[in-house]
């Protein structure tokens, strides 16, 4: 079966390649085009065949039929007025090749990429709106100078400069031998400044990996061209910008962003390289010519940041036209300035020096203090940006009354300090034995996690908190179930069924508790890494060792509240390091790794060059150049019907058709959370007026959705638009009891099976039967069609 699969698959894609001619036969077909939402799914189970053919696309993403539908439009159209079905599976975009488990490491800059998408809804606000944009990006680029800063301090400062230089260390790891000046009986490599050239590979290395992650798919997904079409007046009535000639097609400010984080990770390993030795030439007595050398490289060091904060700042996203310009000088001078100035750091920092020794550790407090503080403060201008924005206009469903976007900043912000401070912490404990023996990582660090134990408490509070909300919730729908499934006969319910029922409700329900939890939990963060940072700062001391000498009940606390972090952020290190090899390994951990990305990958990198790639800068383009060519080579009736993110991607495809293919295309959407995550947490681009336009613009449109989908809901427009388009919800149970059409207990559903309910293909037919022309009347678009 499979290699007649992949007979078919082959003469498949062959065959699509070839234009359809518009025919009799094919002048009233129908084609319902599915698309997948997250987790993935086969062609064979979308399409309820295990004969599918592939009929255009690549390994990567593709178009599927069934072989019996493979020469549809060469056959007389069937009487019955059913639909050729195809389906777009689309999963490998985010769970392919075991590569996708270095993307964990990227878990940081995805978080703040999706705060700058979740900015309020602004009309003539062009200003604030670049100054919101602005302020992620820096955001972002402190994440990429923190994630190099703690490769600096594990590789650096805690293994060179520490461990090597420490006897004891140094004998207890033999690796270590030939950098330690008691162990070589002072080798070459001994030195401070060549141990720490050496080391200084690894933090460079990690800078070039995240550049090639970026680059290679920065070729596979930015690089696909979006369809273009001629304007047309009806283009002025979109109110998103998904609509724009140019949003799916970032690939200019990648590339700028990319040149510059990378010349910002390079010098921050090069500061980090030169710091140490510049420190030691200005003491008195130190030699002129080094002390002169490490004020020039400071110079050039201040004149590549302030390049890259340039390069930041200059250019936000072109989303008006196609912008197919490349900043080639740019892209190659900023990367390459960086790495010779590194290399040069690297000449100065080895060259020999009589009596310097390492103790102590680098300067590692003052980096990190100063990267909290810078983040801090462009949370709270962001902040204010944003309400601001939100003032001007404001719209009662937005999540947290337009604060989404800080608040998740704020958490990218403690995801890096955590994953930041989570490694430096494993490697001094494992470098460091039974302790004693070197001076351990940054107190700013050791506060940061100090402060995680409180963190939790609250989260177990917001838990226990939704667990009561749940069990009230649960009261409330036991009723409503009971009134539901009421058949009349007067017969006792089951009420294990009835519970079951109703809990599954209360818990899809929780989904609209989200923008509370995530409130508290970031305004908390915020509040307790600021008192981390003003802790290390006023005592330069861990908690434990601070608090010595106070009450016995405060000393207990700090002293429980250290250890305790240190072994959660420990441990919480592990978990990130076995999931990541796992899904490494194993391709089902991989999938369920796919589902994260599959949310928070949807939109293009704005903010951050090293996050995931978006794969709807494949997956949206693949979708509009079908639909497109598909409708103008036959003349045909097309319905898009996707499910959960499938209904994402289907509305953003259906945006970038031109207004006049638009309205030759029916919208059919289930489990959806278009307006239910999507409207209230990005409500400029999913907001009551997007979505209304999308109503007026497609022929037609109908959503389904459960009270047990804790993902999907309705699409609630305003006005009669409402009815128009959202179904009453679907039973869920299909049915209560044993019936005949049900002999058998019938699921409760929630998220999956949206095509097991009859509605579906009730609702599919009627949105076919509005796309088909009244008789003596032309098809939509049956003359007069242009290329698209």
């Known amino acids: 079966m499979e290699q007649a699969q992949e007979r078919a698959s082959k003469s498949g894609a062959n065959d699509a390649a070839r234009p359809l001619e518009k025919t009799g036969a094919t002048s009233g077909i129908a084609l319902e085009l599915l698309v997948h939402g997250v987790g993935g799914a086969t062609p064979e189970k979308m399409l309820n065949d295990p004969r599918t053919i592939r009929v255009t696309g690549d390994d990567t993403a593709a178009v599927f039929r069934r072989v019996d539908d493979a020469d549809a439009e060469d056959r007389p159209v069937d009487p019955d007025g059913a639909p050729v079905r195809e389906a777009y599976v689309w999963c490998n975009l985010t769970s392919g090749n075991g590569t996708r488990a270095l993307w964990l490491l990227l878990l940081p800059f995805m ?15 062009p200003g604030t709106v670049r100054l919101y944009g602005l302020l992620v990006r820096l955001a972002g680029l402190t994440l990429t100078v ?13 293994t060179a400069w520490q461990c090597a230089g420490t006897r004891a260390c140094a004998e207890a790891h033999s690796w270590l031998g030939f950098l330690s000046p008691t162990e070589s009986d002072g080798g070459w490599w001994s030195e401070p400044g060549r141990r720490l050239a050496l080391a200084a590979v690894v933090p460079a290395a990690l800078t070039g990996l995240l550049w090639f992650l970026s680059r290679r798919t920065w070729s596979a997904y930015e690089s696909q061209k979006p369809l273009t079409h001629a304007p047309e007046a009806a283009d002025d009535n979109i109110r998103t910008a998904l609509g724009r000639p140019g949003f799916w ?22 500061a980090a390289l030169g710091s140490a030795a510049a420190r030691h030439d200005r003491e008195p007595g130190g030699p002129a010519v080094l002390e002169a050398l490490a ?51 690297a000449v100065y920092a080895g060259w020999s020096r009589p009596g310097w020794r390492s103790t102590g550790r680098l300067p590692g407090d003052t980096t990190f203090g100063t990267l909290a503080l810078l983040q801090g403060l462009l949370v709270l ?27 998740v900043a704020t958490l990218a912000c403690a995801l890096g300090g955590v994953m930041s401070g989570g490694v430096s912490q494993r490697v001094a404990d494992w470098l460091d034995g039974t302790g004693g023996t070197i001076a351990g990582p940054p107190v700013l660090l050791t506060w940061q996690a100090s402060v995680i134990p409180a963190v939790l408490l609250v989260v177990l509070g917001l838990v226990g908190w939704l667990a009561r909300r749940t069990l009230q919730l649960r009261r409330g729908e036991l009723e409503a179930v009971e009134r539901d499934y009421d058949d009349g006969s007067g017969e006792r319910m089951d009420d294990a069924r009835t519970r079951r029922i109703a809990s599954t409700r209360a818990m899809a329900a929780l989904t609209d508790r989200g923008p509370r939890i995530l409130g508290i939990t970031s305004a908390v963060t915020l ?37 305790l972090g240190s072994w959660l952020i420990g441990v919480g290190f592990l978990l990130f390091v076995t999931w990541g090899r796992r899904a490494y390994k194993d391709a089902s951990a991989r999938r369920t790794i796919g589902i994260l990305w599959d949310v928070g990958t949807f939109w293009p990198r704005a903010a951050h060059p090293f996050a995931p790639p978006c794969y709807a800068e494949r997956a949206v383009p693949d979708l509009t150049w079908r639909m497109a060519t598909w409708t103008e080579e036959t003349g045909g009736r097309l319905v898009i ?47 009551p007026a997007a979505l209304t336009s999308l109503h007026h613009d497609v022929a037609c449109w109908r959503n389904l959705y459960r009270l047990t989908d804790p ?30 059409e049900h002999p058998l207990p019938a699921p409760i559903l929630g998220h999956s099976d949206y095509q097991a309910d009859p509605a579906f293909a009730e609702e599919r037919e009627e949105l076919l039967a509005r796309l088909r022309p009244r008789e003596g009347v032309p098809a939509q678009g049956s003359s007069g069609r242009s290329s698209g």
Request: charged residues 20%; hydrophobic residues 50%; glycine residues 10%.
């Open 111 to 125: 978080v703040v990429n999706l705060a700058h998408w979740m900015r309020p809804t602004a009309r003539n606000r």
């Open 146 to 158: 923190l994630l190099v800063a703690a490769a600096c301090e594990v590789a650096l400062d805690l």
């Open 249 to 270: 097609y970032g690939r200019r400010l990648v590339a700028r962003l990319r040149a510059a984080h990378t010349a910002a990770g390079l010098l921050t390993v090069a």
């Open 295 to 345: 004020r020039l490289l400071d110079v050039a060091l201040i004149a590549g940041a302030v390049a890259v904060v340039w390069v930041v700042c200059r250019r936000g996203r072109s989303e008006r036209r196609l912008d197919k310009e490349l900043d080639a000088r740019l892209v190659r001078l900023l990367p390459g300035g960086a790495l010779a100035l590194l290399l040069l750091t």
């Open 381 to 407: 201008v962001l902040a204010v940006v944003a309400h601001l924005l939100y003032r001007a206009h404001p719209d009662p469903r937005a999540a947290m009354r337009g604060f989404a976007g800080p608040a």
């Open 527 to 563: 509040l307790l890494g600021a008192a981390a940072l003003a802790g290390a700062q006023l005592t330069d001391d861990t908690p434990g060792d601070a608090s010595h000498g106070s009450y016995a009940i405060v000393q207990g606390s700090a002293e429980t509240a250290q250890a």
């Open 641 to 687: 019907s996707g499910h959960s993110q499938g209904s994402v991607l289907a509305a953003a495809a259906a945006w970038q058709l031109k207004p006049s293919v638009r309205k030759r295309v029916a919208l059919l959407t289930y489990g959806s959370p278009l307006e239910r995550l999507y409207g209230r947490w990005f409500p400029a681009h999913f907001g």
């Open 711 to 740: 993902i999907g809901g309705p699409v609630h427009l305003p006005g009669d638009c409402g009815p128009e388009v959202d179904r009453a919800p679907l039973k869920d149970p299909l049915a209560y009891g044993r019936t005949k």
